[in-house]
């Protein structure tokens, strides 16, 4: 089953620690969803045309191939984006600002005292810092949701794997199968020009009339037909591989089936299977059923988001910054003295005196404050708490937690649904895999009877106590039941792999094993 670690930082008071490590950089440069991006293997090379291709490379090329399974990873990356953008959301933002401006028109001169015609420059900065110290436990819910809904992800990921291996295996069987009755084909093709040849030898020496070997031409005819239509399948079979594989549509592959036939003769060995032990595996294994699991667990945090809305906010503030003037100007020192007093102690040690210290009666020369130095005087910041709780909103909080109970309440339905699909789903593989089992046992001996009365027949023709059409009947009866029982052996492997799928324990790097 697909997990997701919980590494989710939850505590409110650690805002400034996070705001130095944003300050420095030292926050996470790849998040978890990257690194996933990152360790997803490659799709390897294309096989080479005319390359021959097994069972084992056939379900590679499919688990890396498959576009449905790679839309199962996008689905998988996508909800991982989705936890690290709510896991964010416990960190404090930081917002650099700068500004100017240029004044024109008349406005007061704090230097000269009077109003006047000028214009100025100016520039604001500042940085700004804000967290949400509390808002109705609504992150927490909104990243748990997240969470679990990247594990439902996970879990369908495995599952497709396993819809996409099992896919693959049904095609490899049919085609394995299609390939065994074109042999089947083949044979009855020998079979029947054997029969005609021996005919035309007996019409040779005057043993039957030449009329009797009209219909075994037309017999041969069917039986080349019939090939035909054997071979045409077994090509339909392979072209649904390299479909499946996506394989180039314009190459030309081979698929070795030797792997199939191996396991052909251990699957006829009998298996005992109980349905209230596949019942219990499949509840158990199925990622389908888990995945719907997590899906209730994301929207029961949904509900519990949605009722943040009744609770206050408390977000905590920070700001920095300064501003520069071209208006602001400094006295430059020694210029524009104004008059003042100055001490002069007598050198006998009397009583100092006072004396006037005139001016140069002009204001003190101005210079223009440097850019850094207004910037450096004007510095400063705050620091603010809000609390904001809405009284009245139209009673959307309300309607948006029954949404989500009713959305939470699908979801537990659908789980249920499903527990219901999957228990038929074994009852009826059981029941296949037991009517396989006993069709080629039927098919085994009706084959073993209708050799035997073909070979009867095949004598009989050949000494004249029998006619062609008892001989037709039984060529007719032997094909079909060598059919059936080339159809029944692969129809049993099959069933028996389908109750590996249905209960979830179908291996996809294994799939054949056991």
Do not use: C
């Not at 031409?217 to 591989?241: C, G, Y």
């Amino acid at each position: 089953m697909f997990a997701l670690p919980r590494l989710v930082p939850r505590r409110r008071s650690a805002w400034l620690l996070a705001a130095v490590f944003v300050l420095l950089g030292g926050l996470p440069a790849r998040p978890a969803h990257a690194q996933q991006q990152q360790d997803r293997p490659a799709p390897s090379a294309l096989p080479d045309s005319g390359a021959a291709i097994t069972y084992e490379e056939a379900v590679r090329l499919a688990l890396e191939r498959n576009y449905q399974l790679r839309q199962a990873r996008n689905t998988v990356t996508s909800q991982s984006i989705s936890v690290d953008q709510n896991r964010a959301q416990f960190y404090p933002n930081l917002s650099l600002s700068a500004s100017g401006r240029r004044d024109f028109g008349r406005n007061f001169s704090q230097s000269q005292g009077e109003i006047l015609s000028q214009s100025s420059s100016g520039a604001n900065f500042e940085a700004r810092s804000q967290i949400n110290l509390f808002n109705g436990f609504r992150d927490d819910a909104t990243l748990d949701e997240a969470q679990a809904r990247t594990q439902a992800a996970g879990n369908t990921l495995q599952r497709t794997r396993r819809d996409v291996v099992f896919q693959v295996l049904q095609r490899y069987i049919q085609l394995a199968q299609n390939r065994a009755l074109v042999d089947v084909r083949r044979q009855q093709l020998e079979l029947r020009q054997q029969q005609l040849e021996q005919t035309q030898a007996q019409i040779e020496v005057g043993e039957k009339a030449p009329s009797a070997v009209y219909q075994l031409q037309a017999d041969v005819a069917a039986a080349r037909q019939e090939l035909v239509q054997a071979q045409r399948n077994a090509d339909i079979s392979k072209t649904e591989l390299v479909r499946l594989l996506v394989l180039d549509p314009f190459g030309s592959y081979s698929f070795k089936t030797s792997a199939l036939d191996d396991e052909l003769d251990t699957a006829t060995a009998p298996a005992p299977y109980q349905l209230d032990q596949l019942l219990e595996r499949a509840y158990d294994q199925r990622e389908d059923l888990h995945a719907q699991q997590a899906s209730i667990a994301a929207d029961e945090q949904n509900v519990r988001a949605a009722r943040g809305g009744f609770w206050p906010r408390l977000d905590l503030s920070f700001n920095y910054g300064s501003n520069w003037n071209s208006l602001s100007r400094r006295a430059i020192p020694g210029t524009g003295t104004p008059p003042r007093q100055g001490r002069i102690t007598p050198a006998d040690g009397g009583e100092p005196i006072m004396i006037d210290i005139p001016g140069t009666g002009e204001p003190p020369e101005t210079r223009q404050t440097a850019f850094f130095d207004q910037l450096d005087a004007r510095r400063g910041g705050g620091l603010s708490v809000s609390l904001s709780y809405t009284l009245f909103d139209r009673f959307q909080t309300r309607y948006n937690v029954e949404q989500a109970q009713v959305q939470l309440e699908n979801a537990r339905f659908q789980k249920e649904l499903l527990r219901q699909d999957i228990a038929v789903e074994a009852r009826q593989a059981l029941v296949e895999y037991r009517n396989a089992r006993t069709s080629l046992e039927v098919a085994t001996q009706r084959l073993e009877a209708a050799r035997q009365a073909q070979e009867a027949a095949q004598e009989r023709y050949r000494l004249g106590a029998a006619t062609y059409v008892e001989l037709a009947d039984a060529n007719t009866s032997l094909a079909q039941a060598q059919s059936d029982r080339v159809s029944a052996r692969y129809d049993l492997l099959l069933q028996q792999q389908r109750l590996d799928y249905v209960t979830g324990t179908l291996d996809p790097e294994a799939p054949l094993a056991r």
